[in-house]
């Protein structure tokens, strides 16, 4: 298969999913009144089109991640639209930085009742045995060790709070299978996976729901990093059921319902948001 440059790339991937995308609006539905809810990785792709959904809910917002610059750029069109939002900065591979935030955020807005743990980092790779320490080091320390990270100083809040709460971890398809190149994000997504159900077991009559979010082929910038590796884009488009990449937009639903108590049964699942992918 010829390879793709990855600008020509990029922007056929950006054009097909905005295609697909339709006018009709989504219901006026305040769901996430009242609350407050933290996001990391919030200051692009999938992290920032949550953190919008969820003020456009009614959430009070702390807006996470590594990018000072982008991250208030999130909490002004948050506030510009009449939301209420504030950002602290975190590396989740320190354990410290995420205690930090934490103890930040439920300072800044009383308490933190809905967290989207959604920072992540990966890279397209060779096979296997030509990968190194550093490489796994790298990618586990933010994808594994962040999520356990955020995930115990948040149901220590929770905890304290005596109030529940809602967890979501965002996963992947990967998560679910292999799609080649990939195998340490893939080892990675999978763990994030096991750590929710483990997790949402063990915190249940807290009232403390974990669920994780599994997107699929979304245009992203992480996505966009992998550009430049992808060969053959309608052939990705054919395996895809409902023949179109996803926005991050498209995640929102998803993410708000597992944080709302329209979920207020479930717990330990995974919703795939991913146009079929994994049912083809």
């Known amino acids: 298969m010829a390879r793709w440059d990855s600008r020509l790339w990029w922007n056929t991937f ?42 456009e809910h009614g959430a009070t917002v702390i807006v996470a991640g590594r990018r000072e610059a982008e991250g208030r750029t999130v909490v002004e069109t948050i506030r ?5 939002a504030d950002f602290v900065g975190v590396d989740v591979s320190d354990a410290d930085q995420v205690e930090r935030l934490i103890s930040r955020g439920a300072a800044l807005f009383g308490e933190i009742n809905i967290a989207f743990n959604n920072a992540g980092i990966g890279s397209s790779s060779p096979r296997l045995a030509d990968l190194n320490l550093d490489d796994f ?11 356990f990270s955020c ?35 893939t080892a990675s997504k999978h763990a994030i996976l096991g750590f929710t159900k483990a997790a949402a077991v063990d915190y249940a009559r807290d009232n403390i729901r974990i669920n994780a979010l599994s997107p699929g082929m979304v245009v992203t910038p992480l996505a966009k990093a992998w550009g430049g590796e992808a060969t053959d884009i309608p052939a990705v488009l054919r395996r895809i059921p409902m023949g179109a990449f996803g926005m991050p937009e498209d995640m929102v639903g998803s993410a708000v319902f597992l944080a709302s108590d329209l979920s207020r049964y479930t717990t330990g699942s995974v919703v795939t948001a991913d146009g079929g992918y994994l049912a083809h």
Do not use: C, P, W
């Open 14 to 55: 950006t054009q097909l999913a905005k295609n697909r995308r339709n006018a009709a609006g989504v219901m006026e539905m305040r769901l996430l009144e009242g609350k407050v809810a933290l996001v990391t990785g919030a200051t692009s792709g999938i992290g920032k089109a949550v953190a919008i959904g969820f003020a």
């Open 80 to 84: 510009a639209a009449g939301g209420t």
């Open 137 to 147: 080091d790298r990618i586990f320390n933010t994808n594994v060790k962040g999520t």
């Open 151 to 185: 995930l115990k100083f948040e149901i220590s809040q929770m905890l304290k709070q005596g109030k529940g709460g809602a967890i979501i971890n965002t996963t992947s398809i990967e998560a679910h299978s292999a799609l080649g190149g990939s195998s340490i994000y």
